[in-house]
């Protein structure tokens, strides 16, 4: 009998428990469906990494992730920013990745929504402990892209409704 | 060919090589032991070594008619993988001497073609996911043995990247 997909994804990113694991391997390596399936997973696994490193993807992204960009020798231009803070930004051709590092007070803050002029993003990841929210637009669009000034917004969506806790300004001029 | 009649077919040729039997060996099991290999060495290099390796090292085994239990090839490879592994990790290495001795070309352990992914529809299918889902599923196919995003428990992020594959997968097949 075949693997469900939830099976497959847990064992692939080692959620199974270690008795499961096993007999799970000794399925897999009887069961032509499931190696088929699970080629399938990291087929998709390696397509989602190609289209990141491409620069095809924008995303919010977890200080986990920006680590292992930096480990894997990515070039990531960083702007640090403030609060009400304003910065004037480029991106190289050499460049890898735009990162912006958006500062906040983010003790006790549950959900971060974050406004951009392309719209309202809920619920975006952040790093409670190092007080940030890490922007990354999708660099090969941004590489395209003639100056222009952009506004962040980061909010904290509380019980009793929301309060804004910071502002960033971007002007952007090609490199 | 059930894998017991394999097994039989490579083991009865000895001392000649059939090569149509070890060919369909090779094409049977190459997949299961990358797939093994990705998933636990989390290096495609280190995993096609592991192919290399074990195919070698079993297919030894079956040329001596040294497998008591043919229709357990399956538990054999695995076997033999999960040693290998454990070799690795220790620093032992018997490839060099087994390539001398059998001389198994690279190419005929080689993956099949991985599936190729369409780029535009795989990154409005990213887009279309929830910020914090296309976060969690970038960060970890990315750095695939990673279980930490910040901000979340490593509960919460099993969840999410269940809820995320199914919905980026169900996206890539048009559903």
């Known amino acids: ?175 | 060919m059930e894998d017991a009649e394999l097994a039989k077919a490579i083991a009865g040729s000895a001392p000649a090589l059939d090569a149509a039997a070890e060919g369909e060996f090779c094409r049977r099991f190459a997949p299961r032991v990358r797939l093994y290999g990705l998933r636990h060495l989390r290096d495609r290099h280190a995993a096609a070594d592991l192919v290399q390796q074990v195919l070698m090292m079993t297919l030894e085994r079956l040329r001596a008619g040294k497998l008591r239990e043919p229709e357990r090839l399956a538990s054999f490879v695995l076997g033999t993988c999960r040693m290998v592994v454990m070799d690795q990790r220790r620093g032992t290495a018997r490839r060099g001497a087994l390539l001398e001795m059998y001389g198994i070309e690279e190419e005929a352990v080689e993956d099949a073609e991985p599936r190729v992914f369409e780029r535009e529809r795989l990154t409005a299918c990213l887009e279309a996911l929830s910020e914090r889902e296309r976060s969690v599923v970038i960060t970890t196919f990315f750095q695939e043995d990673s279980k930490t995003v910040p901000g979340l428990s490593t509960g919460n992020v099993r969840v999410i990247r269940h809820r995320a594959l199914g919905k980026l997968r169900a996206c890539m097949e048009g559903a």
């Open chain 1, 1 to 175: 009998m075949s693997a469900e997909f939830a099976t497959l994804v847990d064992y692939w990113f080692g959620d199974l428990p270690p008795e499961r694991e096993g007999a799970f391997e000794e399925h897999l390596f009887g069961c032509a469906e499931c190696t088929g399936k699970l080629q399938e997973l990291a087929a998709l696994g390696a397509a989602v990494r190609n289209a990141w490193r491409s620069g095809a993807v924008r995303a919010v992204i977890s200080h986990a992730l920006f680590d292992a960009m930096k480990k894997e020798g990515l070039r990531l231009r960083e702007y640090l920013m403030v609060p009400g803070g304003s910065v004037n930004c480029t991106i190289a051709a050499s460049d890898d990745f735009v990162v912006s590092r958006l500062s906040a007070s983010l003790a006790d803050v549950r959900r971060v929504d974050l406004v951009t002029d392309a719209g309202r993003f809920e619920d975006v990841p952040f790093d409670a402990a190092a007080g940030e929210v890490l922007v990354c637009p999708a660099p090969a669009q941004l590489k395209l892209r003639g100056a222009f000034t952009t506004r962040m917004r980061l909010l904290a969506v509380e019980d009793a409704g929301e309060r804004v806790l910071g502002e960033y300004t971007f002007d952007h001029a090609p490199s």
